[in-house]
């Protein structure tokens, strides 16, 4: 029994050590710059969340919380530009290297983030807005007049209401999910991720959607306007809307291809997919 | 003068020539006035279209690495990328080149990042020939890359590369079968896109 | 150029930009390339219709020049050698796809196209009833001849002399040509216009 006590005594005093060197190692900063419209904001963290949301004014604010002393910050002003990385240093890991970023800046603001962790999260901004991560879940919502450009490996992607940019997406089997999303250029390319479109394909834009094995279902409303093609080698193709048949050297095939245009058949949408399913539904 | 007169001169008119018989039809006639009025707004329309466009990132993304990799940007900060410009594919031009041609430039990217820096290596070897079919070489460089600098990660690649060399597979066997297939050629090149950008992020290249 | 000015907030003049591009400072480069990015891709967008080709070219345009940069002298401005550069980028790429730089031939084009009005009633004038997202629709809808007139003309601000040097036809073709463009467009224009007003909302 006393024995048993002793050890417990032990536990509870290496679990205050442990939690007080943690508290000690854990370390928050923040870093402040002031901009000029259309500053270029660019964060490339190894691992952990960055998210960047908009705030009035013109000021760029970084506040980080660094999970250990085993990574570092760098950050630098040149000009319009704000640089921030994280450095890790020698035995720093998954959890020892991970710094949480959060950023506000102003809405026209150009933003370039990076962490093969994640997760990344962008809301409500104007300017371009690059995203990279390996298996860092994205997600981004409420975009307006930049380009989106997003890449992953496993990390699922999610759009909501992102317009009148380019939005390319490449992930090889994340699955990525757009709702809402509209513009001149819409692109998904996966090789085994699921494809979910939800919205009205508008802009005149074109919009495609190519998977090598995942399902690719997109929902578009009555009066959409739009030239669609579709297409899966092996898989099924399935389609709700009352085509009208067009012009071109795209063979259809029953079943698993088909091509015509519904409206004005203002936008061109292409799904494409080797062997997943394809269903371009009526909302 | 009558509206086919009129606009017959038209042209001359609207570079500042102006007939005295044409300004008298113009008066009389709203026809002619509602055109005159329309080219006007369309001149005055599109001289203020001039730049309401942006290009993508990606565009300054590329530059950037050329000018690097071609020595004139010289920051001294960051090390020489082998990488290649590597334009969009989407047209119709470059559509073949450009893909494949990045794949080669990394695959010689890694083997160099293996042996030391990019100089010695390129005086003493050539870079491997591009062949994606057979990358199996590079794919495994490339996976003990990723075991020694991000050991978390292995597994994603290593699952990501199959997955995408499966779909590189299958999409160059479409193009094979029916070459003048454009939505077949637009797979294969979506796929040698996946795997350029999985040897990129995997190199730290892809961003500027 | 409001934007431009402040692009430009890095303290750095463009000529400074220019010396310092010389250089090989990338910042300079990036300074140089976000003061006409827009500009440039606006004018590769037009002529083109096609946004991967207008990046593209927009890429290839800039890299000419950056190439070029030691030798540039200022003898002319650097917007307007750039923009030339450009221009000559866009046709030369037009030329490789066998597109038109200059409409086809003139008798191709009868009278019917240019529809003749007599008096009555007329419709409503442009002004006003047309935004810029159709005005720039419709010249993509452009032949790709009268595209590059119009846009060289009445967009960028060219000269017929410099047109005509630029695509290789004479001033009085570039002259006809842009008015049987601005006849199309208005025309474009129109179908646009009532092909809008009839449109369910939303869609």
């Known amino acids: 029994m006393k024995q048993h006590s002793k050890r417990a005594a032990k536990l509870v005093l290496v679990v205050v050590i442990a939690g007080a060197v943690y508290g000690a190692a854990q370390t928050r900063k923040e870093f402040r710059y002031t901009v000029s419209p259309k500053s270029t904001v660019y964060v490339a963290n190894q691992y952990g969340p960055i998210s960047a949301k908009s705030a009035p004014g013109n000021q760029v604010v970084v506040t980080v919380v660094l999970r250990s002393d085993k990574v570092e910050v760098e950050q630098s002003q040149r000009g319009n530009r704000v640089e921030i990385r994280s450095h890790l240093l020698t035995g720093a890991d998954v959890d020892s290297g991970q710094a949480d970023y959060e950023i506000t800046l102003p809405s026209d603001a150009n933003v370039t983030l990076q962490s093969s962790t994640g ?116 898989g099924q193709v399935e389609n ?16 698993s291809a088909f091509a015509g245009t519904v409206g004005k058949a203002a936008s061109s949408v292409k799904l494409l997919s080797f062997s997943g399913k394809i269903h371009l539904k009526k909302r | 003068m009558n509206c086919a007169e009129f606009q017959d001169d038209l042209p001359q008119w609207l570079e500042g020539d102006r007939k ?83 794949l080669g430039l990394i695959a010689f990217s890694l083997w160099t990042y293996q042996n030391g820096s990019p100089e010695s290596a390129g005086q003493s070897a050539l870079p491997p020939k591009v062949q994606t079919a057979s990358m199996s070489l590079e794919d495994r460089q490339l996976l003990d890359m990723i075991s020694a600098r991000m050991p978390s990660l292995r597994q994603t690649y290593e699952s990501d590369l199959q997955d995408v060399n499966a779909y590189i597979q299958d999409a160059e066997q479409s193009v094979h079968s029916n070459p003048n297939d454009e939505e077949a050629q637009e797979s294969l090149m979506q796929a040698y896109e996946q795997r350029a950008m999985l040897y990129e992020m995997a190199l730290n290249r892809s961003l500027p | 150029m409001t934007t431009a000015r402040k692009t430009l907030g890095n303290g750095l003049t463009e000529a400074e930009a220019i010396e310092r591009a010389k250089q090989g400072d990338g910042e300079a480069f990036e300074t140089l390339y976000g003061l006409h990015k827009r500009r440039v891709y606006s004018l590769c967008l037009r002529m083109t219709g096609n946004t991967a080709e207008a990046e593209d070219l927009t890429q290839e345009a800039f890299l000419q020049l950056f190439r070029k940069i030691a030798t540039f002298r200022g003898e002319s401005a650097f917007s307007t050698w750039l923009h030339r550069m450009a221009v000559n980028v866009v046709l030369m790429h037009l030329r490789k796809k066998g597109l038109p730089v200059v409409p086809l031939d003139d008798t191709l084009e009868s009278d019917d196209d240019v529809p003749k009005k007599e008096p009555g009633a007329p419709d409503l004038a442009l002004t006003g009833s047309v935004d810029r997202l159709q005005l720039q629709r419709a010249i993509g809808d452009l032949p790709p001849g009268y595209r590059t007139i119009f846009v060289l003309h009445d967009v960028e601000g060219y000269e017929h002399n410099e047109i005509a040097g630029l695509v290789g036809c004479s001033i009085g073709n570039s002259k006809s040509q842009l008015h049987k463009a601005r006849v199309k467009l208005r025309e474009l224009l129109k179908t646009s216009r009532a092909e809008k007003a009839n449109k369910p909302r939303g869609a």
């Open chain 2, 20 to 102: 005295v018989e044409s300004e008298a039809h113009l008066r009389t006639c709203p026809a002619c006035h509602e055109l005159i009025a329309d080219f006007d707004f369309i001149r005055r329309a599109a001289g203020q279209l001039q730049e309401s466009a942006e290009p993508s990132p990606r565009v300054w993304n590329s530059i950037a690495i050329a000018l690097r990799q071609e020595g004139l940007i010289r920051d001294g900060e960051r090390e020489s990328a082998t990488v290649t410009v590597f334009p969009r594919p989407r047209g119709r031009w470059l559509n073949w080149l450009a893909p494949i041609a990045a």
């Open chain 1, 240 to 255: 709700d809307f009352p085509l009208e048949p067009k012009h071109s050297s795209f063979v259809a095939k029953a079943g």
């Open chain 1, 119 to 234: 997760p990344l999260h962008v809301e409500k901004l104007n300017g371009d807005v690059t995203l990279e991560g390996a298996t860092a879940e994205v997600d981004v919502r409420d975009l307006s007049g930049g380009h989106v450009h997003i890449k992953t490996l496993n990390g699922p992607v999610t759009l909501t209401n992102v317009r009148d940019g380019h939005v390319e997406i490449t992930s090889v089997s994340g699955d990525v999910v757009l709702n809402g999303v509209e513009g001149p250029l819409v692109q998904v390319n996966s090789t085994s991720g699921k494809i979910h479109y939800d919205g009205n394909f508008g802009f005149g834009g074109q919009y495609s959607l190519t998977s090598h094995t995942g399902d690719i279902e997109a929902l578009a409303p009555p009066y959409a306007s739009i030239d669609v093609t579709a297409r899966s080698v092996r």
